[in-house]
DNA sequence: CAAGGTTGCTAATTCGTATGAGTAGCTGAT
DNA sequence: ATCAGCTACTCATACGAATTAGCAACCTTG
């Protein structure tokens, strides 16, 4: 077994050198010149520092200067998935990246779990994200209670994905929806489609909403036409649904949410609906790779940039160089051209 | 922009609750029954610690000496992996599915990386792991020095994977090869094979050392025999190795290191051995699932177990119940049978 | 009623570092 | 001889929590 060595101090420096372990912070710091301590001195210290491996106790210098480096991640979940392939690991891909480019380390809270498998904020009564200097918020689709209360607290946190509601004024950094809404209605006007249905979610919140806003600017912008939008729920939707985008002359679908597309995929396929040949299908989500929607055009949340920019974000906050309302919005990719094709000049008929 | 309230801290609680800071941290601790503190005056302090939002500074814990609940997780390459299929996956999700159990957060240390991709403990002249209580070391097959160094200063921490030379006296959990080579060499002597060759790397350290010792005495247990063990680095592997186990009248192959199993299946194919038919093959070692000789009988390291295990025994080594020396073998799983057949009467002819 | 014990706390110190406020010793100007 | 002004430091304190020693007030027992 090893000797016992207490790791070296900056007071074990001073008395090697000769000098205080004021001396020596001054030297380790940068500040010799200001302090104006001779370069002799400073060798002697920086020649003491090798000799007893000194580095630094994290521990101290964080009591000290009132950050300690650590962010933390939130997730309501665990962040480790235990199938390869996780929706959320593109975000923690970037969070790390940009962790690792910052020097901060990362915090996953595992203690706040309950029995129920859900992570919380205020777990026990408190709230043990304070123990970092702030957060990425991932994937929190409700608990807005929750999240109000961590503002009003003054705590530093960033979410991803856009806000609505009371939390709508929180930081937060989000895939651009209305220049995706242009890259999805733009190739298929050029395709010739003139009258483009859209099928929505029914919990018509804020994120749904600017969608829908988005697509009704672009329509009008590209002298395009639309049909009554349809909200409908993933599990009301029926072969019904394409009879009727079909019948009011529409060539085109988009499909707010990721849920409604794989149903819809499946409806497809059963009633014998040729995808795109009878109906180009854009999907304004992205689709998981399990779905059968998976191939169909599809906007792609540029999900590891979203997570490194939360971190970035967030880092600016604690610096103070930006509001505590600032908000981001990151490009889209382009979707691929899989399920758009030019339009049909009779309506096809399909079977029920 | 909202002025950002201070955290508050052990004073402001026993301020609100009409006691001293000493008093709050004895029940905050759990040493109020030691120290005969009225259940009154615990819920006074509770209700100030709910009131005023109170989480334990963690630098001022760590410096003091105490606990904070928090893990370190140091690799030495990101955790979070590009690729869905990933090697360390199954270890994160060990550690975190027992984080959650026992109620503590992990520390990523990103921090740590340089410019050369590698992390390090002593990375900037800093030791950022002093952050955390104690920490799981993953993956780490170098630089002894720094954990000779650390285990020197009485950090606490706990290995996955056997470790060899100077550290080997430092506290891990791994796999029981010696039982996992019985595994093996039990169906096989079942199955009518008599003759068993080896295949290891040149590196012969305590691990692959260790792994072959277990095979030579569990041969001579079972009455088998085995040619000489031919130790041979990857990239040096070509169909005259086939040519030269069947030729001894070995029926079966037992090989250390994956790498070398990934080749061995490409040159298998070339030259047209049939496995298992011609030749039965264990690899003792778990093979990724990219690799051709994924579908092989392996030995597959109980990954998930292993995070768990490291977690448990890394608490156990802060509660000073178990010592700083610590070692645990973990029963890996039976290898599946899948090129384990019987021997054949004949060498076949293979082609070259 | 004095000695001894228990209850319920508090005061003071410690961990290692950073930093503002000194200060001893010297030079040079008045 | 005095004093400003510099150099090259040191001193003392703060950061927030944990811990040990101590102490006043009350209670018990002989």
């Known amino acids: 077994m090893a000797k016992r060595t207490r790791a070296p101090r900056q007071s074990d420096i001073a008395r090697l050198a000769g000098v205080t372990q004021s001396t020596v912070s001054l030297v380790l710091n940068g500040r010799a010149a200001a302090e104006s301590i001779p370069q002799a001195t400073q060798d002697r210290v920086h020649a003491a520092v090798k000799e007893l491996q000194y580095v630094p106790n994290v521990a101290a210098t964080s009591l000290r ?27 923690l ?7 690792v480019e910052l020097k901060v380390d990362l915090v996953l809270f595992a203690s706040t779990q309950g029995d129920d498998g859900i992570r919380r ?25 929750e999240l109000v209360r961590l503002a009003s607290e003054q705590y530093p946190f960033v979410f991803i994905g856009r806000r609505d509601g009371a939390s709508a004024q929180l930081p937060y950094v989000a895939p651009d929806y209305h220049q995706a809404l242009a890259l999805v209605l733009e190739p298929l006007a050029e395709a010739g489609h003139r009258r483009i249905a859209y099928l929505g979610e029914t919990a018509r919140r804020n994120p749904q909403e ?28 029926n072969a019904e649904v394409f009879h009727g985008i079909l019948r009011e002359g529409s060539t085109a679908l988009l499909i707010e949410n990721h849920d409604s597309a794989t149903i819809l995929a499946a409806i497809a396929q059963a009633a014998g609906l040729d995808i795109p040949r009878d109906l180009s299908v854009v999907v304004l989500d992205t689709v998981p790779d399990v779905s059968p929607a998976h191939t169909w055009s599809q906007i792609r949340m540029p999900r590891r940039a979203l997570g490194r920019r939360a971190i970035s974000v967030l880092m600016e906050l604690l610096d103070g160089t930006i509001p505590n309302t600032y908000h981001e919005l990151l490009p889209v990719e382009p979707p691929s051209t899989a399920t758009i094709a030019s339009p049909h000049t009779s309506p096809p008929a399909i079977s029920t």
Not at 93 to 99: C, L, P, T, Y
Not at 213 to 235: K, M, W
């Open 65 to 91: 200067g009132g950050r300690n480096g650590l962010i933390g991640v939130h997730t309501f979940e665990p962040v480790f998935p235990v199938t390869s392939d996780d929706y959320y690991n593109p975000f």
């Open 121 to 145: 904020i205020y777990a026990n009564g408190a709230n043990r994200l304070r123990l970092a200097d702030g957060a990425v918020m991932l994937g929190m689709e409700q608990n807005e209670e």
């Open 210 to 237: 600017a969608r829908h806003e988005s697509f009704r600017a672009h329509v009008a912008r590209l002298g395009l036409g639309s049909g009554d939008p349809l909200f409908i729920a993933p599990d009301e939707l």
């Open 93 to 99: 891909v970037g969070i790390e990246e940009q962790a």
